[in-house]
C-alpha cells in the first residue's frame, strides 16, 4: 500500500494532468480489480463535493476520466459477478459496496440479483463469513490483557444481501461439514 501512495505522489508532482491520464489509463488496463475500483473511486471523489466544503486540492484526473475510470470499474465488477471470480475475491465485501455506488440507482437491484443467486454457492457463504466481521481489541476492568471483541453488522448488507437466507445458508454449510461445537474444538 505504501508503494501505491508513493508511484501516485510521485506521478502527481512530475507530471501535468494530461500526462497523468495517460500514464493512469495504461495502469488501469492492466489493474487487479481491487486496486481498479479503488482508484476510480479516488480520482472521481475529488468532483465530488465534501460534507466539510473543504478543498480536496488538484485532481488525480480530469472529470471526464474520472467517469471514464468508474464506468471502466463497473464493467469489471459485472464480468468478475459474471465469470465467477468476484466471489473469490480477497476484498469481495468492499467490492459489493463499491459496485452499488457505481451502478447509481441500479446499484442495489443490480447487486442484490446478483447475491441472490451466489447464496447457492458454498464459496460465497464462506467468502462472506470471513469478511463481515469486524473486530476490535479492548481491557475490561481487571483484564491485564487485551480482549478481542468480534462482530458482524449485517444492517450495513440488509439491502445487498438477504440476511435471513444468508444465515440460514451458513447453518446448511455448517451442518453439512458435519462439524462438531466449537466448545469440542478448544482444548
Not at 486496486?35 to 480520482?43: G, I, K, L, P, S
Not at 481489541?137 to 444492517?155: K, L, P
Request: hydrophobic share 45%; with cysteine.
Amino acid at each position: 500500500m505504501r508503494l501505491h501512495w508513493l508511484l501516485n505522489r510521485v506521478v502527481q508532482e512530475r507530471f501535468p494532468i494530461a500526462e497523468r491520464e495517460a500514464i493512469y489509463q495504461g495502469a488501469m488496463a492492466g489493474a487487479s480489480l481491487a486496486w481498479t475500483v479503488d482508484f476510480a473511486r479516488r480520482c472521481y471523489n475529488y468532483f465530488a463535493p465534501r460534507d466539510d466544503m473543504r478543498d480536496r486540492g488538484e485532481p488525480i484526473v480530469g472529470e471526464a476520466i474520472a467517469k471514464e475510470f468508474v464506468a471502466l470499474a463497473l464493467e469489471r465488477l459485472r464480468g468478475a459477478a459474471n465469470d465467477g471470480s468476484l466471489v473469490g475475491n480477497q476484498e469481495l465485501a468492499s467490492l459489493i459496496f463499491a459496485w452499488r455506488r457505481f451502478a447509481g440507482d441500479n446499484g442495489v437491484k443490480e447487486v442484490r440479483a446478483w447475491t441472490e443467486s451466489a447464496l447457492s454457492q458454498p464459496a460465497f457463504i464462506l467468502a462472506l463469513a470471513e469478511q463481515m466481521p469486524s473486530s476490535s481489541w479492548s481491557f475490561g476492568m481487571e483484564d491485564r490483557v487485551q480482549r478481542q471483541n468480534i462482530r458482524v453488522d449485517t444492517a450495513a448488507y440488509k439491502d445487498l444481501i438477504d440476511i435471513p437466507r444468508l444465515y440460514a445458508r451458513i447453518e446448511e454449510e455448517l451442518a453439512a461439514a458435519r462439524l462438531p461445537p466449537v466448545s469440542h474444538c478448544i482444548h
